[in-house]
């Protein structure tokens, strides 16, 4: 029996440049689950993304799923794509599995908490304070290299991960500093500056960016405090869940968000397609 995935729509071309495109997938003709693929606005038509794979009930463990994500693979191969990348929700244990039988490897992961009504204190002689301006002009150059250079060190060609990085920061902070809905934050220990923390509030939780402790003050328990931090600037702002993602490979900061409560919500697998 032959596995193949069957268009149920034309090619569809967003305003961002991104393409897109669902699928059925058959087996002789006959559908038994479907597929969803995607490029993604960051990564302009370098990098694909399988956004939906299903295989119903009666046709699974027959290597279905197998058979259409090679499938997806060629026509990401056909669009250009250099890589392509997976979407898992954690709890979807079999399609961790079937991608990395497949050749993926992880890339990042999604992170979240349910936090409660009152906010966590900072360590004796610890405290948060708003960034100035000057602060913020240096702060945003660093962060938009370390962004660009996370992303290069993930197999993401460098003058493609520099746009990226610098296109990211100017949508999502077009009035910089004062920008809706962020807060960018200066830790202190004892009027020494340790660290720094960016959180975005959306309309029903907050989200980490960014959090750093100064390299000169790391192994002193800061980032656990500018973790407390963001915590405490949710609940006061009335987000009951904060979220964030973590890179693959960063053992302290995983080890820390799961010693703090957080877990897994999804994972980003990725292959790069030769």
């Known amino acids: 029996m032959t596995t193949t995935l069957r268009p149920t729509e034309p090619l569809q071309r967003a305003t961002d440049g991104t393409r897109s495109r669902r699928y059925q997938v058959c087996v002789n003709s006959r559908p038994v689950g479907a597929l969803r693929l995607a490029t993604l606005p960051q990564f302009g038509d370098s990098v694909a993304r399988i956004l939906d794979l299903r295989i119903e009930e009666p046709d699974r463990h027959r290597g279905r799923g197998t058979v259409a994500a090679l499938a997806a693979e060629e026509v990401a191969r056909g669009w250009g794509c250099r890589q392509i990348e997976a979407l898992v929700p954690a709890d979807a244990d079999a399609a961790l599995r079937l991608v990395g039988a497949l050749g993926y490897v ?98 029903d939780k907050a989200y980490v960016y960014d959090v750093h402790a100064d390299p000169a003050h790391r192994g002193h328990g800061h980032g656990r405090s500018l973790m407390l ?40 697998l990725y292959k790069n397609l030769l």
Not at 158 to 171: D, F, I
């Open 106 to 203: 992880h890339r990042n992961r999604g992170m979240e908490k349910q936090l409660g009504d009152t906010p966590p204190g900072l360590p004796v002689g610890s405290l948060g304070r708003p960034m100035t301006e000057a602060e913020y002009e240096t702060w945003i150059a660093e962060e938009t290299e370390a962004y660009a250079r996370v992303w290069i060190e993930r197999g993401v060609p460098e003058a493609v991960a520099h746009e990226m990085s610098r296109r990211g920061h100017a949508t999502l902070l077009p009035q910089g500093l004062t920008t809706e809905g962020m807060r960018f934050t200066v830790l202190e220990h004892e009027g020494t500056r340790v660290g720094t923390l960016w959180v975005a509030l959306t309309e």
């Open 229 to 268: 931090l963001a915590e405490a600037q949710a609940i006061a702002a009335g987000r009951r869940v904060l979220g964030l993602n973590v890179f693959a490979g960063n053992t302290p900061a995983e080890r820390l968000y799961e010693s703090l409560g957080y877990g897994t919500t999804r994972h980003v």
